[in-house]
């Protein structure tokens, strides 16, 4: 069953009735989409040519009565701020700078347009701010520039209103305010009548201008209500109907009310509860494709504009949604602009001003330094890579992430081939506001060139969007003189590029029509498709920032939220009346794994809306999750890869990771794929080990004998902290210790002061090794000889045993062996055990030390050969020992006959026919640095 839409109701009545005023009269709408559709209709249910009446949208009409033009916010802060100051150096008060008056600049600027539109009393308003702040003057909240912003405010406003009036371009709220207070006496038209079409809640300015046409008898109103929520005191989409125009129309309107929306109608409502925004996407384009699958001839379902609406109340999913259009539909009209903010060039230049906001002198050099992290980012853009070889940014990216580089000196950086705006936009000490600018505009004016030379229309469009509002901006700071910093200039690009829209260009009377929530206005379809029905977004939250508390709003009419949650639920109501079909969509997670709240809309239309004839009903939605089909991938073992592997020389570390995942070893040490170097501005465990590592050698040097006064004495120094300062500065940045780097510091120097407080239960002992390099050989059963090699941490003498000791920051894993038969079997199979790789490598070591000891030990006996780990996090060591107390510590005479057959054992694995393939503990993946080849990356 269709319905007739309401403008085309509209337009048939003002044909029919008022056909012979209509050239003299004047027709007043919600917005110019409405004014599209009601002529069109209009065109439609004429035989003859007729003189199209004037027809303004509300703010045109208050704009016409004004006599002035709208003009843009920034150049209305500078009007502000310039009011402001003269007001301020007329009482001869100190003016905060540009720079901080800014915000408080924006939130002025909407207070003023809102106190207009509701044609505010402003000197009794401000009066009772200024007593409201007397009253309030002890309050610790309560700061200086503020009671004397406040003491000041009219003052301001006068001003800035004058301004405003002298040239002829201000805001929408001082458009209304005039035009409702200076209406003339005669009727606005004369021969005519005003028709006030598709209105709802009126402004107290836009219900003066209402009155003063309905007192010269001129109005004709006709509106878009139905009892569903006129005749319900609960129901919040009749609130302004119920106040005002029942207040003064009364039973003139009685005959405009229609029923549709009750359950004698019949229409399909379906509520698809998805996942996430990308599935409700899907899920949309799903939909409408079963729709143009259905139909013989697709493409003739978007040629009327009235046929189906895709409402949009979150804009940042447009291009989404247009992917999701169906191919058959050739002609889709967008009415809503899509924000810049949510484009690549808005994002790279806010990375532009993050990376010059990074910039600091280095305490030390006096040298300034740069973000290596924000760096990167700019140079592996892809707009950056239009204007800079790739060869020069790869070199600097490696360079950072291989040496991780958190702060590096922009002296040291090769600027060759960079655009000049860019090096200087880098290099330059310090910017000026004006500098700013230039700069960032000479940026993007070469980006945008590189582009419209490759003709990527689209992007082009968006970085000239940008340019065009830079150019703005410095205009405007040309033609004002304002002195700016670079902090008030990027506060200002930040806040415009947020602001801007890039706007489309179509057919409004051709096509499915994508639109946002409020451009809806008096508008019908015959299916509708809205998106993002949660709580939060529809209605809208949150209240703007003001500098009116909400008590005083109250008292003086001002708009509250629930206001505008009214204003939402009427428009939600309105598109239902008509629609055949509507389809509504929700998401149950926000991102983050947080969940999201369906909107109550939603919620009032299960409860109040089930009946025989209207099917509502909710449908949750999951796409089901499908697991990659990778093929597993698989590598024999061909004789030109046995080679290679025979004639290899092994870490523990390889042999560790080819029993942990033999496809893991394939990449590394076969193929030898460097893995991704990410740049950690915050220390790792990585970072954390090395720095370990250089500050135990730097304390322990090679030949030195330790007592426990010796380590009392360092522990009474400040000489532990300079070496983990140092150590801190090699391994990690040049930057000055500060925020997380301090918090390391402390940590280690805690960890290591607890370490070497150990340390005196083992004294004396000398250091006979540290950082020591060995390197040897496995000759297997079949005569085959192997290669082996390691690095051990330390290697100490306490009386006659000698040590070997590695380092651990992480979890140390356990040491002790079984005492009965088992050890021989643990021992065989030590490189197959996951959680024992840290007995392995001591053991690997023991195994290396004893075919090739240190030359201060010549005559080295396995008897006398230890293993511990010095545990940072535990602060203790752990030695390699039996389970049971009696045996005690064990020497690798003990372990080395069964230990020697598990590594050959796994070197004849190794050199085996089985091929290179996946792990079968998932676990183990997680780590892995190329899970993303073997296609088990989201695992």
């Known amino acids: 069953m269709s319905y007739e839409k309401f403008l085309k109701k509209v337009a048939h009545e003002l044909i029919s009735t008022y056909k012979e005023v209509l050239p003299s009269s004047l027709i007043v709408v919600p917005n110019k989409r409405a004014r599209t559709f009601l002529f069109e209709y209009m ?44 007001t301020y150096r007329k009482k001869q008060l100190a003016p905060l700078a540009f720079e901080d008056f800014y915000f408080l600049g924006r939130t002025l600027l909407a207070d003023f347009n809102e106190i207009d539109r509701y044609l505010v009393d402003v000197s009794q308003l401000f009066s009772h701010l200024c007593k409201l702040e007397a009253y309030e003057k002890g309050a610790p909240t309560i700061a200086p520039a503020f009671s004397r912003l406040w003491e000041n405010l009219a003052e301001i406003y006068q001003t800035f209103q004058d301004r405003c009036k002298k040239n002829k371009r201000g805001y929408p709220g001082l458009f209304y305010r005039l035009a409702a207070e200076t209406l003339p006496p005669n009727p606005l038209v004369r021969d005519g009548l005003v028709f006030w079409v598709g209105f709802h809640a009126l402004s107290p300015a836009e219900e003066k201008i209402f009155l003063k046409t309905r007192q010269d008898g001129q109005a004709k109103v006709f509106l878009d209500i139905d009892t569903y929520f006129t005749d319900n005191p609960l129901q919040e989409a009749g609130h302004f109907y119920r106040n005002f125009w029942e207040k003064h129309l009364g039973l003139e309107l009685e005959s405009q009310k229609e029923n549709l929306l009750s359950h004698h109608s019949l229409r399909e409502i379906k509520i698809f509860a998805t996942t996430n925004e990308t599935s409700m996407v899907k899920l949309l384009g799903e939909e409408l494709h079963k729709k143009t699958s259905q139909e013989e001839n697709p493409s003739t379902l978007s040629q009327k504009p009235d046929t189906l609406a895709i409402i949009l109340p979150r804009e940042e999913l447009l291009f989404s949604v247009l992917n999701a259009i169906p191919p058959e539909i050739k002609s889709v009209n967008v009415t809503m602009g899509f924000p810049l903010r949510a484009s690549q060039i808005a994002s790279w230049i806010e990375n532009l001003l993050s990376l010059r906001e990074s910039i600091i002198i280095d305490e030390t050099t006096k040298i300034p330094t740069i973000s290596g992290k924000i760096l990167s980012e700019i140079l592996d853009h892809q707009y950056t890579r239009l204007l800079v070889s790739n060869e020069i940014i790869n070199t600097i990216i490696k360079t950072i992430r291989e040496k991780n580089l958190a702060r590096l000196f922009i002296q ?9 705006s860019l090096v200087t936009w880098i290099t330059a000490p310090s910017l000026t506001g004006k500098e700013t600018i230039l700069t960032l505009f000479a940026i993007v004016k070469n980006l945008l060139d590189a582009y419209r030379k490759k003709h990527l229309a689209l992007d082009s469009e968006f970085i000239y969007t940008a340019l065009q509002s830079l150019e703005n901006i410095r205009q405007l700071i040309e033609e004002k003189k304002f002195q700016l910093s670079f902090e008030a200039t990027s506060r200002i690009i930040r806040d415009v590029l947020q602001e801007a829209i890039i706007a489309f260009s179509g057919e409004p ?14 508008l019908d379809f015959d299916e509708v498709y809205i998106l993002s029905m949660n709580e939060g977004i529809l209605p809208a939250s949150g209240a703007r920032i003001s500098f009116l508390p909400p008590d005083i709003k109250k008292a003086y009419n001002l708009p509250l939220p629930h206001e505008s949650e009214n204003v939402y639920a009427y428009h939600f109501y309105r598109l239902l009346k008509r629609a055949r079909k509507v389809s509504l969509f929700y998401t149950r997670e926000a991102g983050e794994n947080q969940q999201q709240e369906k909107s109550r809309y939603i919620e009032q239309l299960l409860f109040e809306y089930l009946s025989p004839k209207n099917t509502c009903h909710e449908i949750a939605y999951a796409y089901p999750f499908v697991r990659p089909s990778w093929p597993k991938p698989s590598y024999a073992k061909t004789s030109s890869v046995l080679d290679k592997l025979r004639s290899m020389s092994y870490s523990p570390t390889s042999l560790i990771t080819y029993f942990k995942c033999s496809l893991w070893f394939y990449y590394k040490y076969l193929l030898e794929i460097p893995e991704a170097e990410n740049l950690e501005e915050d220390p790792d465990a990585k970072t954390k080990g090395n720095i370990i590592h250089e500050v135990m050698e730097n304390i322990f040097h090679k030949g030195k004998i330790f007592f426990p006064q010796d380590l009392a004495s360092l522990l009474q120094t400040n000489e532990i902290e300079s ?11 040049e930057r000055p210790l500060k925020g997380k780097i301090t918090l390391l510091q402390h940590i280690i120097t805690q960890q290591t002061k607890k370490i070497l407080e150990k340390h005196t239960t083992i004294t004396p002992f000398q250091i006979l090794e540290t950082e020591y390099s060995l390197a040897s050989t496995c000759t297997l059963d079949d005569g085959t000889t192997i290669k082996l090699k390691g690095r051990i941490d330390r290697i100490d003498q306490r009386n006659n045993a000698i040590f070997i000791m590695d380092y651990k920051t992480g979890e140390a894993g356990s040491l002790s062996l079984p005492s009965n038969e088992q050890r021989e079997y643990v021992l065989s199979s030590l490189f197959q055990e996951k959680t ?79 091929p290179f393939q996946q792990t079968q503990d998932i676990s183990t993946c997680e780590k892995c640095p190329f899970r993303h080849i073997c296609g088990r990356e989201k695992l």
Do not use: H
């Open 43 to 86: 065109r439609e249910s004429i035989q003859i040519p007729l003189v199209a009446p004037r027809c303004f949208s509300s703010e045109e009409l208050a704009k016409n009565l004004a006599g002035m033009e709208k003009e843009e916010n920034l150049p209305l802060l500078f009007e502000l701020y310039e009011a402001y100051e003269s």
């Open 412 to 420: 040291s950086l090769p600027f060759e081939n960079f655009p000049s």
């Open 723 to 733: 070496f983990i300062t140092q150590a801190i500065k090699n391994q990690f940045t």
């Open 509 to 522: 009377l051709e096509g499915w029509q994508i639109m946002g929530f409020l451009e809806t206005q008096a």
């Open 836 to 914: 024992r790789s840290q007995l392995f490598q001591l053991l690997f070591y023991g195994y290396l030390f004893t075919q090739n000891p240190a030359p201060l030990l010549p005559s080295l006996s396995p008897e006398n050969l230890f293993f511990s780990i010095c545990a940072f996090k535990q602060g203790d060591f752990k030695y390699v020992e039996s389970k049971s107390p009696s045996e005690g510590k064990l020497s690798y005479e003990k372990l080395r006959k069964p230990f020697e057959r598990g590594l050959k054992k796994a070197l004849q694995l190794i050199l085996s026919e089985a």
